[in-house]
């Protein structure tokens, strides 16, 4: 696929996937977004859509390729509760593959939950940018004039969403009930993964925006993962951003999505949301 070529097929799964959130995941606009996605090269997302949107609401009988065939793969509009370690679910509103996680050794059931198999695609979050409602909650901690504003992007380096501020992926993962990645859950992925399924999830070369705290308000934590499995950490300043820090979606079981009945919320120190994915 040349590059105007894929720049063409991603603006069109830009606007079927937006069509898609904005119809409350009607069944015409899956059957569009799915085949959107299909020609894109997303193949498995579009499988997973498609046999969503056929077969209802529950468990279905989905096969995941390598290095994930031997996970059950759950098509459910929520995260199962019955689900076990290393099992898959698939979000048919963030269209996103969460797997199953345990604790790293040392922390407490917090870190139970899903985390997502891939970072946030560029297309996920423009779409978000696109259709997110919010309003200034506190102005004095904002540094900068183009929050939640598109920036130029590429499509020969990744296809991931980089090169946003730590504020705008808490943002993002809020509008979708989740939260962003922590280091720790970084650790208790590669605890739990084969070296081939961590290196699908941590991409060679990202960083990733860390939920965890940095130590002081002017900064932000970022994670990276080695070659080895180990995750890095190191600190930027709180209004940094890079085209190499991208980001990671999770939950917790605890509370799970968050209820789409609780708007507005505050997202990080700058934003309050005034909608969600679910409720567009």
């Not at 498995?44 to 077969?55: D, R, T």
């Amino acid at each position: 696929m040349n590059s105007n070529d894929k720049a063409n097929k991603l603006i069109n799964l830009c606007d079927k996937y937006k069509e898609y959130l904005q119809s409350g995941a009607s069944y015409t606009s899956a059957l569009a977004v799915s085949d959107a996605l299909g020609d894109y090269g997303l193949k498995l997302h579009a499988a997973a859509l498609s046999m969503y949107i056929n077969g209802g609401d529950g468990a279905c009988s989905f096969e995941l390729p390598e290095p994930w065939a031997s996970s059950t793969c759950y098509l459910t509009q929520s995260p199962p509760g019955d689900a076990k370690p290393l099992d898959i679910w698939f979000d048919p509103f963030e269209l996103s593959f969460m797997v199953r996680t345990v604790n790293p050794l040392g922390y407490g059931k917090a870190v139970i939950g899903w985390v997502s198999i891939s970072p946030v695609y560029y297309w996920q979050y423009h779409v978000f940018q696109l259709l997110v409602k919010f309003k200034e909650r506190d102005s004095s901690f904002l540094d900068v004039n183009d929050l939640l504003a598109s920036r130029p992007f590429g499509i020969d380096k990744w296809d991931y969403a980089s090169d946003v501020y730590h504020e705008e992926a808490s943002a993002y993962a809020f509008w979708h009930g989740k939260w962003v990645s922590s280091s720790i859950r970084g650790e208790a992925i590669v605890e739990l993964l084969s070296l081939e399924q961590s290196g699908i999830i941590f991409p060679e070369g990202m960083s990733y925006w860390d939920a965890s705290f940095s130590g002081t308000e002017d900064s932000r934590s970022v994670f990276r993962c080695s070659k080895g499995k180990s995750i890095d950490n190191f600190y930027t300043g709180e209004w940094d951003r890079s085209p190499d820090i991208g980001f990671i979606t999770v939950i917790t079981d605890q509370v799970g999505l968050i209820s789409t009945d609780v708007l507005p919320r505050e997202s990080g120190e700058c934003l309050a949301l005034l909608n969600c994915s679910r409720k567009v």
